[in-house]
């Protein structure tokens, strides 16, 4: 079983920065892929970015150039880098593992951005 932890979110205005972080209780080093899902009022979850186990990354589009996903093995914790940071960029972001054909999420932390 793995429980993932998120942090970091908070009320930030346009064109501000946060960073968000997601603790895994057990070694990220085996995770298939981690990443972000944000799902915004009334919208659906929608990938933000994931990084898969060779270390690269994947983006959705409208992030592209903003955000950054990195992970720390010896801290088991991914971080989400927000740069730029838009008012459509409001959402719930939850973090996401994939391991053996599981799926792990986490309970999720708020950004709202507004001025």
């Known amino acids: 079983q793995v429980q993932l932890v998120e942090s970091g979110g908070a009320l930030v205005q346009p064109g501000g920065s946060l960073r968000l972080s997601c603790s895994a209780s057990?070694?990220?080093?085996?995770?298939?892929?981690m990443g972000w899902y944000r799902q915004a009022p009334g919208k659906e979850r929608e990938l933000a970015a994931i990084?898969?186990?060779?270390?690269?990354?994947v983006f959705a589009d409208s992030v592209k150039g903003r955000f950054t996903i990195s992970r720390d093995n010896r801290k088991n914790t991914v971080y989400l880098q927000m740069n730029s940071l838009k008012p459509e960029d409001t959402a719930v972001y939850y973090c996401?593992?994939?391991?053996?054909?599981?799926?792990?999420w986490g309970k999720g932390t708020l950004v709202t951005v507004s001025s």
């Open positions: 996401h593992a994939h391991l053996g054909g599981m799926h792990y």
């Open positions: 990084i898969l186990s060779g270390g690269s990354t």
């Open positions: 057990g070694t990220i080093f085996s995770m298939d892929a």
